[in-house]
């Protein structure tokens, strides 16, 4: 089977003020890097008001379809901004993951890779933070609980930062499991292993600054893989982030190129084990464009092995 690859020119005009480190660069470098690798190209669609409300309230989408600006850019706190094209970026995001979800449940492709941006996982219930709107991987697991009807979804984060916003929209539901490994302490601040979510439905994973690749893999050895096999997912969704890379600017974690690839074959044999390879892995951070772009090639490439 193949392995979906989902984009739109959209996610291209969400623009960010000079200097601003989530730019439209990081989606130019790692589409260019992901260009000679044969998947199945699909265009991301616009999600539904109704798709969004599956994780937010029609409050904070009314608010930040008012807050959209017609020119220039609206700052929504010290690191989130909007441009006129930010809601249709986030839109395709929301779709895209969306999409993904019933290709792979519907057996279309084995499974998929969502390249758009703004990321998502910091966007909480009724706030945008850290560069996101709204709640993807997050939304997608509803999508596949309430749609499609099952029962276990599995969403793991190994973004540098913690995915405050996906564990503030499960942190409720039972269904889901939400395990994220981020360095602590750094913004925002969350992700402490006591924050464990209503049903003991949260693992949170704090690595040290400086902690390395080999750190990584004991901690996902010894407990997340684990973990998910004790949940035994029928879906895993994953927050792709790849800012801890040794090579990036705004962390202290020292996890190469390799340590990406090494993750994506595993979180790969374990989906293979537990949900006949059923996984969605949506992009997060990743800050310095060479380093984003290497690793996200790695680990789309180690998603395409695994679905031949």
């Known amino acids: ?52 409300l599956l994780a937010h309230p029609q409050s904070y989408l009314d608010r930040l379809e008012e807050a959209l600006p017609h020119k220039s850019f609206h700052q ?17 995001c929301v779709g895209g993951a969306i999409r993904a979800v019933d290709m792979v449940l519907d057996g279309e492709v084995g499974n998929a890779f969502c390249a758009t941006r703004p990321p998502g996982h910091h966007a909480e219930t009724s706030t945008a933070m850290g560069f ?31 995915g405050n916003g996906t564990q503030d929209l499960l942190w409720d539901e039972k269904r889901a499991l939400v395990i994220t490994s981020q360095q602590m302490p750094l913004w925002p601040g969350t992700g402490a292993p006591s924050e464990k979510g209503a049903y003991d439905n949260v693992l949170n994973l704090p690595l040290p600054p400086e902690s390395t690749g080999a750190d990584m893999r004991l901690v ?7 973990r998910l096999r004790d949940f035994r997912p029928e879906l895993i969704i994953v927050s792709a982030g790849f800012d801890a890379h040794q090579d ?28 006949e390879g059923r996984l969605v892995s ?23 092995k695994a679905s031949q």
């Open 1 to 52: 089977m193949a392995t979906a690859l989902l984009t739109h020119a959209d996610c291209l005009t969400h623009v960010t003020p000079d200097g601003h480190p989530e730019r439209v660069a990081r989606l130019e470098h790692v589409l260019h890097a992901l260009e000679p690798l044969d998947l199945h190209r699909v265009t991301a669609p616009l999600c539904e008001d109704a798709d969004i």
């Open 76 to 92: 929504i706190d010290g690191d989130t901004w909007m441009s006129p094209g930010s809601l249709n970026a986030a839109r395709r």
């Open 132 to 162: 996101c709107l709204f709640g993807t991987a997050a939304i997608a697991a509803k999508h596949a609980l309430e749609r499609h009807g099952l029962s276990r979804v599995a969403v793991v984060d190994f973004d540098v930062h913690h």
């Open 220 to 226: 996902y050895e010894t407990r997340v893989f684990p």
């Open 248 to 275: 990036d600017p705004l962390a202290m974690l020292n996890w190469s190129t390799d340590d990406f690839r090494w993750l994506a074959q595993n979180l790969c044999a374990v989906a293979a084990e537990l949900c």
């Open 282 to 304: 949506t992009l997060e951070g990743g800050y310095d464009l060479q380093a984003l772009a290497d690793a996200s090639k790695a680990h789309v490439e180690e998603l395409r």
